[in-house]
């Protein structure tokens, strides 16, 4: 369909999906009719509150890589990527190996597309695997034998949910996943985590983007206040610079870290199980 071609079985290409919406976001070509023109409302809605929607999915991505390079670098080399997405440019797997070869990579997504071209990118990488999970049953995901066979879950490692926590709308089921994957971190296992970030935003703009997301496969869109997504942090050590906007976290280049987030947008942070 279009440049991205036929539907795998089983997807309705009338349907947005999440993951080939932030494809679009990056400048991808892996997605549908549908989801460009969800996207672009959603980019709309951006601009109204002055807001680049591309330049925050390139920011996301980019807190996305320099965790996994902090991490790698520090002696992390297995990674659970939940809620992975489409391939595209630093996968999780090309950053953590170039920094520490040898690295274990599982990508895990719902998305039958996702999935498709993921398996087919790392067909000939044997340090990475790909599996259909879902985020709302992580012990699914953590006692799988592929997984575990692949994973040794009594050395330390990272779990990642970058901007994927937030299309779970029901808060205590959120809360609920994250405690159920903090439970299963050992000693110097890591949690990676970026979350759309409520804070000032008019209410009119809320409700026009969950308009938007409710018609995806995803269901819907909860942006959520500073102290519940540092609750789901409990337990664990916040590496510095502590919860930040995406852009701010560890930068390449310098950015001053805002003492209020304001309206930032996706906020994000790294933190260690002691």
Do not use: C
Request: hydrophobic residues 40%; negative net charge.
């Amino acid at each position: 369909m279009d440049d991205f071609g036929q539907a795998p079985a089983g997807i309705d290409p009338t349907v947005p999906s999440v993951a080939r919406m932030y494809d679009y976001y990056l400048g991808g070509k892996d997605n549908f009719p549908a989801d460009r023109e969800a996207a672009e409302k959603m980019l709309a809605i951006g601009r109204q509150m002055g807001n680049d929607g591309r330049e925050i999915a390139r920011e996301n991505r980019g807190f996305l890589g320099r965790a996994v390079r902090h991490l790698a670098e520090s002696g992390v080399t297995q990674f659970v990527d939940i809620g992975a997405g489409l391939p595209t440019q630093e996968n999780v797997h090309q950053v953590a190996q170039r920094h520490a070869p040898g690295s274990r990579v599982v990508y895990v997504d719902n998305d039958p597309v996702v999935l498709v071209h993921a398996r087919a990118l790392l067909a000939d990488n044997p340090d990475t695997m790909v599996m259909s999970g879902d985020l709302r049953d992580p012990g699914a995901i953590f006692d799988d034998p592929a997984v575990r066979a692949h994973i040794d879950f009594t050395r330390p490692f990272a779990v990642l949910l970058v901007s994927v926590l937030h299309f779970v709308t029901e808060d205590e089921t959120a809360a609920r996943i994250v405690a159920e994957i903090r439970e299963r971190l050992v000693p110097g296992g890591h949690l990676v985590l970026s979350h759309i970030y409520k804070g000032d935003i008019q209410e009119d703009v809320v409700e026009a983007s969950k308009q938007v997301y409710s018609a995806t496969s995803s269901g819907g869109l909860a942006g959520r206040s500073l102290a519940r997504i540092t609750s789901y942090f409990d337990g664990l050590e916040i590496l510095e610079p502590g919860l930040v906007p995406v852009q701010a976290w560890r930068p390449d280049v310098p950015w001053e870290v805002p003492t209020d987030p304001g309206d930032s947008g996706i906020l994000g942070a790294v933190a260690r199980k002691p």
